[in-house]
């Protein structure tokens, strides 16, 4: 079965070029295209596609971090591809934090375009080497300042939400009342949220909460 693929870039040139690499290919399909982050959003969200290829700035129109942290809080089981001509620090974790699963320089051979493509579409994240050693160097930073390593800041809004309702002793049925968000998609958000914290039951997740006082927060 084909990954189904939207691609969202705002130069046309380009929407064709990488939807020529991508039909290439036994396994994947480009169902669609977008020219900025509204469209991204909206086709996405109407044609459910397993992974959204998008640009990162889409000028006039909205840009790609935002359409990444509105697809995810909306259908957090579409995975993103961010691709971008920025090697930067800055950029790299606010791509992350907005929920995407994978980072790539538009600069990058064309092979490794479609690998990450195929690695988000499995679930798993794929960095470009140069942020992944970003990554790193951070990771060695906080380790030899003596900082936390807090797993709670890798959650999204989205994800600290449906935490802390979990906590209150909300079902997901509930919860999905009070976002106005389908129940598959909260158990998608709990799922990640498991996965981010390591933890395995729903009782787990509480005790979690307890000890970051989430149960404080009104």
């Given at each position: 079965m084909s990954i189904r693929i939207i691609l969202a870039d705002d130069h046309a040139v380009v929407r064709t070029g990488l939807s020529m690499l991508i039909q290439a290919q036994p396994d994947m399909e480009v169902i669609d295209t977008a020219a900025d982050g509204k469209e991204a959003f909206d086709k996405s969200v109407r044609l459910n596609p397993d992974v959204v290829i998008m640009d990162l700035s889409m000028p006039p129109g909205e840009n790609g971090l935002s359409a990444t942290a509105r697809l995810k809080e909306a259908k957090p089981e579409i995975n993103v591809l961010v691709l971008t001509m920025h090697d930067d620090e800055e950029y790299l974790f606010r791509i992350l934090k907005a929920g995407a699963s994978g980072y790539i320089l538009k600069s990058a051979a064309d092979n490794e375009l479609i690998a990450a493509i195929r690695t988000v579409h499995q679930g798993a994240a794929y960095l470009y080497p140069s942020a992944a050693r970003t990554l790193i160097q951070e990771f060695l930073h906080r380790v030899d300042q003596g900082k936390d390593l807090?797993?709670?800041?890798?959650?999204?809004?989205?994800?600290?939400?449906?935490?802390?309702?979990?906590?209150?002793?909300?079902?997901?049925?509930?919860?999905?009342?009070?976002?106005?968000?389908?129940?598959?998609?909260?158990?998608?958000?709990?799922?990640?949220?498991?996965?981010?914290?390591?933890?395995?039951?729903?009782?787990?997740?509480?005790?979690?909460a307890l000890k970051k006082g989430l149960l404080d927060l009104e």
């Open positions: 807090d797993d709670y800041q890798v959650l999204t809004e989205r994800e600290r939400e449906i935490l802390t309702y979990i906590a209150k002793g909300y079902s997901n049925k509930e919860i999905a009342e009070l976002l106005h968000v389908s129940v598959k998609t909260v158990e998608t958000h709990k799922a990640h949220v498991m996965e981010k914290l390591q933890v395995k039951s729903r009782p787990e997740l509480v005790k979690y």
